[in-house]
């Protein structure tokens, strides 16, 4: 084999060529024009990186025909190839979109067609959830589409991999993700298998033990976002922003030359892990910006809270930026209301096992925003609180 000397792009005649072979019953030479297509898809030309054989996405018809004359068996190498392809190309949605399409009901039984089907799957959710795990994309709703079609492929073709699922997504947001994927009617519907049940089960129960601990909360406190002895940084640009716990990201058109200074100024708490710093050009274009983002949060008291919102999210010139827009005062309560009505519907979908009940009503879920501080005295009784759980755990070693 050659490599190719241009790329095989979406104008590739794929389809054109099975069909055409298919139709005068040339299974064999079908074959060999896949196998061709998915080596050709998956090499480098100069510069160039391919995309894999994406192609085969939208050829369901055609190669389903193809492995059904010739038997599954024989097109096994080429289908988990082009899965690998896919996935090595960072294709990894149209995999699981292509697994997707031509796998087989499981109302079906066991098969060829379903035995290959549960190997494609396990590879293509298998690499998502790495991405997704190695990336720490837990948050963005954008997300979901492809967490319904890992859980729903995971359910029901590979449940080998299910506990790895559980282990991601019980680190997911449960506003942007994890709720909407539970109370999705079209996923529930479809979970005949037990793995899918028991799946389902399992991050019910965790969403509605995170949802009651946040019911079981006052809703006079808020999870803010904090910063390390911040009234200690008095920068006349973003020191208000880095007492101001209502907010997480200060984002403002600034000089590209001050940058650096800004980055040495708030160096400890960017090794800290307490923010992060990104100097941008929007749209990678016009004036740059300088853009902060907190990363840690806690309980704390509407009462205690440190806030300087105004009515104004901008400056007169529109170069400063900050979010959320809105101020924990203001939204506290209603969150609060959000998350009842949350936990009464996840509450329906619980297992009637009367345990699991009683599982989904505890509240140990174990995260620092379990801290209220409600002002100084509040702080070092809580740091008080944790070393000396610390000590009798036998975790601290005292130096003379």
Same mark, same amino acid.
């Given at each position: ?8 792009n979406?104008?590739?005649?794929? !389809? ?5 072979l $298919? ?5 064999e ?5 896949l196998e061709g ?8 030309v ?5 995309g894999?054989?994406?192609l085969l996405?939208?050829?369901e018809d ?8 010739l038997g599954?068996?024989? &097109?096994?190498d080429? &289908?988990v190839?082009s $899965?690998?392809?896919l +996935? ?6 149209k995999?699981?979109?292509f697994v997707?399409r ?6 079906e039984?066991? +098969? #060829?067609r &379903?035995r290959?089907?549960?190997n494609?799957a ?8 790495e991405e997704?795990?190695d990336?720490r994309?837990?948050?963005s709703?954008?997300?979901?589409p492809?967490y319904k079609?890992v859980?729903w492929l995971?359910?029901?073709y590979c449940?080998?991999?299910a ?10 947001s449960?506003?942007?993700?994890l709720y909407?994927?539970l ?11 037990d793995?899918?049940k028991n799946t389902l089960?399992e @991050?019910?129960? %965790?969403?509605?033990?995170i @949802? ?13 976002w904090? $910063?390390t002895?911040?009234?200690l940084?008095? %920068? ?5 922003f880095?007492?101001? #716990?209502c907010k997480k990201t200060?984002d403002w058109?600034?000089r590209k030359?001050?940058h650096r200074?800004?980055e040495?100024? &708030?160096? !400890?708490l960017?090794y800290?892990?307490e923010i992060t710093c ?6 990678y274009?016009?004036?740059? %910006?300088?853009?902060?983002t907190?990363l840690k949060?806690? !309980?704390v008291a509407l ?8 009515s104004?999210?901008y400056?007169?010139d529109n170069?400063?930026?900050?979010r ?8 506290s %309560?209603?969150?609060h209301q959000?998350?009842?009505a949350k936990?009464?519907?996840i509450k329906?979908y619980?297992?009637a096992?009367s345990?699991l ?8 879920v174990d995260d620092?925003?379990d801290?209220?501080l409600t002002g ?10 944790r070393v000396?759980?610390a000590?009798d755990a036998g975790?601290v $070693?005292?130096i003379?």
């Amino acid at each position: 084999r050659k490599e190719p000397s241009s790329q095989i792009n979406q104008d590739f005649p794929l !389809r054109d060529i099975l069909d055409l072979l $298919i139709d005068r019953g040339l299974m064999e030479l079908g074959k060999r024009a896949l196998e061709g297509y998915v080596w050709l898809s998956s090499q480098r030309v100069s510069s160039w990186s391919s995309g894999g054989p994406t192609l085969l996405c939208t050829l369901e018809d055609p190669l389903v025909s193809l492995c059904e004359a010739l038997g599954w068996n024989k &097109l096994e190498d080429v &289908l988990v190839e082009s $899965i690998k392809m896919l +996935c090595k190309y960072r294709s990894i949605e149209k995999a699981l979109f292509f697994v997707d399409r031509i796998a087989p009901p499981v109302s079906e039984g066991i +098969c #060829q067609r &379903l035995r290959i089907c549960s190997n494609m799957a396990k590879i293509a959710c298998d690499k998502q959830i790495e991405e997704f795990r190695d990336a720490r994309r837990y948050k963005s709703a954008s997300d979901l589409p492809r967490y319904k079609k890992v859980l729903w492929l995971v359910g029901n073709y590979c449940p080998a991999i299910a506990p790895k699922f559980v282990t991601l997504a019980k680190k997911l947001s449960v506003n942007a993700i994890l709720y909407p994927l539970l109370t999705d009617v079209a996923l529930r519907s479809s979970s005949s298998t037990d793995a899918m049940k028991n799946t389902l089960s399992e @991050l019910t129960i %965790h969403c509605a033990q995170i @949802l009651n601990s946040r019911v079981a909360s006052s809703p006079d406190t808020a999870t803010a976002w904090t $910063i390390t002895n911040a009234d200690l940084y008095q %920068h006349h640009e973003f020191g208000d922003f880095l007492q101001n #716990q209502c907010k997480k990201t200060f984002d403002w058109r600034v000089r590209k030359s001050d940058h650096r200074g800004f980055e040495a100024t &708030l160096s !400890r708490l960017i090794y800290a892990r307490e923010i992060t710093c990104q100097s941008y050009q929007p749209c990678y274009s016009g004036p740059y %910006h300088f853009k902060i983002t907190k990363l840690k949060t806690c !309980r704390v008291a509407l009462s205690a809270l440190s806030c300087s919102c105004s009515s104004e999210n901008y400056s007169w010139d529109n170069r400063i930026m900050q979010r959320p827009t809105t101020c924990l005062r203001d939204t506290s %309560h209603t969150e609060h209301q959000s998350y009842k009505a949350k936990l009464d519907v996840i509450k329906a979908y619980l297992p009637a096992d009367s345990t699991l009940k009683r599982k989904a009503d505890e509240l140990n879920v174990d995260d620092d925003d379990d801290v209220v501080l409600t002002g100084v005295a509040g702080v070092a009784e809580a740091v008080a609180k944790r070393v000396k759980a610390a000590e009798d755990a036998g975790e601290v $070693i005292e130096i003379l």
